[in-house]
């Protein structure tokens, strides 16, 4: 501990505390600009000069990066100290008049008017260094740095371009005290003041706006910490220590009993039609594209706008993308046509467009569908039935320039029809979804031709799976809209309930059995279960059959190479006799 | 022969020295003074010269001084030189040949002796060679 | 490299090739040399050796004929048979081509009886004229190495230390520090894996000063010497050579003894078989002078920004990459082979009680005799102005003498007795700095001189810390209106003001010393500014726009008879007058620009 007077009072510190931080325990207050305590000391704005005695000598020192050594003598507000502080300020002053905490300060000094020229009476920016100091120190990504000397000094990225070392991280805004650089929420990411140029969003962000929960998550590849083992700039200014990086994915094993597959679909991926120009044209989206545009929340705050930023005056929305067809899937994905009605709707109400909607059949099957389709007939939307052959941007005459060229054969009229629109929104179809494939391997699940997973029976058995006790809901057993979807999960939940409530559960007799004595441990039966019901029993190296799982197919009974696996009611012997039987006749 | 122990590193001192040593100005055990100019030139004043400068070489000496001057002003007994041993007075040498020069080398400048055949006389012309 | 024998010549020519000798057709002064030469049939007795800087800069381009130390300057490329066939083939050495002081009938042949040189004592530059700085033989013939090989065998590093301490060496560099005090701290200095640096500094970047230059130059084998002896002393594996790119030739001189060094295995591993590794290594500067700073020297070593950071922790104890590291001038390394050569008693027999041994000075400005000398401290500024450097050109009153760089003041011409040392030049106002001297004579204006170092300042100054970047252009901006006749009384106030707070409050040795120019010339030549801000004049008529330039009527009508020559340079017409009669200025057209001035043969132009 060492023992030093900071004006006038005593007081003992430990070794290595600079003298900005002892006179702190005396309630001293020392001004700063470019000290933060997160970040190392910098010493270059010469705001905090005290004057200190130590063996006889005084001189004036910066508070914030000097150490204090037994004996000294500090006087914070002596005359030098605070002569050499004010025209520092006032020099600033001259430098950033903009820039809010020197204002401050030099209010507090009593300085109005820097006796010097002012050059930018908007200049912010107080060379502090903060924002170089922490993009180095704290995040790793040293994307900007102070260029050209003396007078010329300003913070910029290497050669004044966009930098590839940001990460967009916004410490640099977070540390700068005079608010020089901004940054702001465009498109949902952050993007820092322009002048800048700085990077893309975040490594720490809420996937959407509407999450839930409404809970940040880290972006593993972005995340500088994970690259350089520094930054963590997050952990260290969350109040309540809520950010832990060393988190990993955990495997929870739970026992259950039932288990209800709702995974879902995914939207059909309108490039696999190129004709109609999706990720080559501007304005041709997918639906739900739109519904992001739409949304509140979204990118322009619900405003339908196109890519240049203006309203579009003409729409076009083309239905069964992917749906309906030999080349692709030939189901009906039974929502589009709602939605796109919806969708007709909704610009109606915003934008006063005329909007083309291109149909093959409407199917309004619901309650309240068909009336909500005629209120579009007298809101003025244009039906035209025909599959959209074509989208193109290639005018042909004066009125299509700078339009989508929806090329489509009106089969009403029995023309084709160019019909030139601003925006044209894709109703793209449902597939199932992504990893489907993995899931069905997995549980062990059946799929129809459209690949989604399989019901038991169409009519009788819609929520079921072929496997005891996997319940199906939602789209990933076939396109449905929401009523249905709440509905078959119903469904599904009563039935695992019911099973979990009956505690005891009949069995078909007709299973498979294996003779103990006669099974050798080939487990060929085992590889060719399709219910994955046979096991292997290694203490006594033989299969067994779970009698839950089984549904009698008679698969292993006839792989056996000893007989040693037996159908219930239907042994050899049993069929030798029946057929017997029937050669007597 | 790179890589120097220390022994090598003063042996390449002495070497260096053996042609160095004539920019220096310190002591000098010797000086030969050849008297060039024109007559002394067309005498052969040039081999003379380079007969001495020879015999320094050979010897690997760096304590003996090569110089030229001017015309010394005895014209028909060219080629001259004068010698000169550190403290003693200087001695004129005339009508010299090579052969004389490699006698007197090694009889006045290593043996110290005035080779009194082959001298003009002892003149009082005294370089400060300090 | 020459292993095979030497031979021996009788003659060697030592043509200076130094940078100002080379930018002035030295090399072509060698090649006519040996063209005549071998034209001669002189090849095998006379030798054309190039050595680096002689000193006499003045008087470039020169040449020293060894033996006889017959010293020829200002020679032309014509001169050069004439040269030959007189002194080389006759044995007459020519004198019209020798150095005549300017009121002396006769020319002053030999070298060290020429003022110039007389006065100088030679310790860093011992080698000065006498070595081919590229050939590492012509240094170990003139002992070279010498001391490295006591130092290595027959020295403890704490002797070392001892030895360079009781020397009283103090770093050359311009703060002074004792070079002792600086190794021994370096060597208790605790490095966690041992490792630990030595860096010579080569970024010299005063205007005018070329002492390091020539050192590099003319010598380089004595500061890798230098270094090789300090790191047995500290404990260090690796050294840094960091020369400013300006200085292309050191730059090649450096690297080609380095070669050579290594070659002959003194430097690397097990140097001359005492299992002693040593390295260097060759850093050069970027273009700014804050990087002559030792703690923005070591960030621009590691490729960081070059600006200063706060000391302490200074580099002996955290220095490059945060280790310890001995920085030191090169004219110090230069000085530490012969202090263990000869002992550091020897060394502190020359000097002043404070300041020991020599230090070397580049004499610039309103001097009969530019060039670099060396010179024992205590040696008065008379001495060096009027005794070496051979007074005032034209006659002039000699008014007061730049030293230590835009870092040093001004000492005026009432100080001319001054000893030079350390403490002195501090106590007058000045510093030592590295060596720099401008001189300056009546014609100088020293609100100009004050406003030339303060606008090389504030350009240099990296910008870092507040009072610098921004109180060396605010007080820029005032002396530049004083000197165009706009200042006033406040300006004086606030000047002062500005360079108490720099001085006192700016991070580094930069900022601190930039107002000295300033605060000298206000405490010798205060009266200088009153006229600037009170009358409106330039006492030495420097400050043009405050020149009132007038035509003595009797002058040009009695001696010029008209000639109308002022009328037909000016530029915006202001003379009214034809051929025959007086000539006038007219001094609402007048621009200042002082041409009249310059083109009046009858000095009928005169200047208030």
Redesign the interface.
Known sequence: MITVTIDGKKIQVEEGTNILKAAEKLDIKIPTLCYHPLIE???????C?VEVTLRGKT??V?AC???VQEGMDIQTTSP?AV??RR??VE??L??APAAEPLQRLAREMGLEKP???VRDPQEKCI?C?LCVRACEEIVGACAI??V??????KVMPPFGEPSVACIGCTACAYFCPTGAITYEDKYGRKVIHDELYLGPSTAIRVPIRQAVPMVPFIDEKACIHFKTGRCQLCAKVCDRQAINHEMEDEVIEVEVGSIIMATGFKPFDARRIPAYGYGRLSNVITALEFEHLVNASGPTGGKILLTNGEEPKSVGIVHCVGSRDEHYNEYCSRVCCMYSLKFAHLIKEKTKAEIYDFYIDLRCFGKGYEEFYHRLLEEGTKFIRGRVAEITDLALTKEEEGKLIIRVEDTLLGVVRRIPVDMVILATGLEPSVDHNQIAKIFNISCSQDMFFLERHPKLAPVSSFSDGIFLAGCCQGPKDIPDSVAQAGAAAAEALALADKGVFALEPVTAEINEELCSGCQICIGLCPFKAITYDREKDISVVNDALCKGCGTCVAACPSGAAQQRHFRDRQIMAEIEGLLIL | MPKLTIEELEKLREEARKTTFIREQGQFRAKINVHMGTCGLAAGARHILNAFLQEIEKRGLTDVLLTTSGCAGLCSREPMATIEIAGQAPVKYIDLTEKKVEEIFEKHIQGGEIVTAYALGIGSEKTDLS | MAVEKEKLYRVHLMVCAGTGCVSNHAFEIKEALEKEIKRRGLEKEVKVVTTGCNGFCERGPLMVVQPGNIFYQMLTVKDIPYLVEEHLLKGRPVKKLMYQPPEEKTPVPVLSEINFFKKQVLVALRNRGLIDPEKIEDYIARDGYKALVKALTQMTPEEIIHEVTISGLRGRGGAGFPTGLKWQLVRNAISPDNEKYLVCNGDEGDPGAFMDRSILEADPHSVIEGMLIGAKAIGATQGFIYVRNEYPLAVKRILIALDQARYYGLLGHDILGTGFDFDIRVVRGAGAFVCGEETALLASIEGRLGEPRPRPPYPAEKGLWGKPTCINNVETWANIPVIIDRGGKWFASIGTATSKGTKVFSIVGKINNTGLVEVPMGITLREIIYDIGGGIPGGKKFKAVQTGGPSGGCIPAELINLPIDYESLTAAGSMMGSGGMVVMDEDTCMVDVARYFLSFTQDESCGKCTPCREGTKAMLDILTRITEGKGTEEDLGLLEELADTIKEASLCGLGKTAPNPVLTTLRYFRDEYIAHIQDKKCPAHVCRSLNVYKIDPQICFEKGHGCDVCRRNCATDAIIGSKGEAHKIDQTKCIKCGVCFDVCHFGAVKVE
């Open positions: 000391p910098y010493a270059a704005c010469r705001v000069l001189e004036l910066t990066n000097t150490k030098r002569q050499s025209l520092n020099m600033l001259a430098r006796r010097f020229p060379l260094g740095s102070f050209d000397r003396g007078i010329e000094r």
